[in-house]
């Protein structure tokens, strides 16, 4: 039996659909896991910022970790919400108790060393006399902004002459790919190690070559998601927006920030999941879900 289970396009709206309905079971159960998670955070990032020296960096570093483990407590609580439980706030700490933290750490690692590599690529394509082409480039189309005349294309022609713009243009594009790649490793790689068990590098291969696979599927799921994101921020600004109007922008901000950590966060876990639910095949969790069909439009409410 293949791990991976190839799906339809259409499974990608299924996963938003299958998210929407997890998260109107326990709304106020994901809010406050979500809070919590929000509160842990901005407490450790507030201690690294006023202990001194080394200790400060080192609660940094942790703080740093707290969102991969987060994001995995919050995945074993909808998990726990799909079997009919309680989402509870120990839920947070199951990374910890299932020994899984250093895995799910794994995509921030290599996350950092993409960012690593892509600048010394840059540095590589373009040296430091790209680089000081590029600043001065900057400062030159600034000068030209806050003068009285507006700029001549023979003027903006001379700013732009000095800086190696095909050999920039080819590094945004690698860095799109890499950006891509990335985003497609790291979609499903908690929910495989939190529930699948496989340690951090492994997760994070079958979870690219499973987005690959069904690569349909995510771009679907992608394109919803955008309007859906789009469409809840709009409704979370307003209201952010009607609280600054009333008791001040502190306030406002707060409500913005609860906004996406109560309702985003669970949200996008929630798609996680289900994606990884139906996209991998569980050997050890019993029969895996049905595909969804790929004929006719009801195969969007398939279940």
């Not at 570093?61 to 439980?85: C, K, N, R, Y």
């Not at 839920?91 to 290599?110: G, K």
């Not at 993409?114 to 590029?134: D, F, N, P, Q, R």
């Not at 590098?201 to 771009?219: D, K, P, W, Y």
Request: charged share 10%; proline share 6%.
């Amino acid at each position: 039996m293949r791990d991976i289970r190839k799906l339809p396009a259409s499974a990608g709206a299924q996963w938003l659909l299958d998210t929407f309905s997890l998260y109107r079971r326990a709304p106020l159960q994901l809010a406050v896991l979500g809070v919590i998670g929000m509160l842990v955070s901005s407490l450790m990032f507030a201690l690294s910022q006023a202990l001194p020296s080394w200790i400060g960096t080192a609660v940094q570093m942790l703080w740093l970790a707290t969102g991969p483990i987060v994001f995995g407590g919050m995945l074993w609580a909808v998990s726990e919400i799909d079997q009919g439980h309680r989402a509870r706030p120990t839920h947070l700490l199951q990374p910890i108790r299932d020994r899984r933290v250093f895995h799910l750490l794994v995509p921030l690692l290599i996350y950092f060393a993409a960012m690593v590599l892509l600048g010394s690529l840059l540095l590589a394509m373009i040296g430091k006399e790209g680089l000081a082409s590029i600043a001065q480039a900057t400062l030159d189309l600034q000068a030209l902004q806050l003068a009285d005349t507006p700029a001549t294309s023979e003027q903006m022609q001379a700013v732009f002459d000095p800086v190696p713009v095909k050999r920039i243009l080819l590094w945004m594009a690698l860095t799109f790919v890499v950006f891509v790649a990335l985003s497609m490793a790291m979609f499903t790689q908690p929910a495989l190690v939190m529930f699948d068990r496989q340690s951090g590098m492994h997760a994070l291969r079958m979870s690219l070559q499973g987005c690959i696979e069904n690569f349909t599927a995510m771009v679907v799921f992608m394109l919803l998601w955008l309007i859906a994101s789009v469409c809840i921020n709009f409704l979370i600004f307003i209201v952010a927006n009607i609280a600054t109007l009333f008791a001040g922008p502190n306030v406002g901000m707060a409500v913005l920030n609860l906004g996406v950590i109560t309702v985003m966060m669970p949200l996008y876990v929630g798609a996680v999941y289900a994606a990884w639910k139906q996209m991998f095949a569980h050997r050890t969790r019993g029969n895996p879900p049905p595909v969804p069909a790929s004929n006719g439009p009801k195969n969007i409410l398939a279940a």
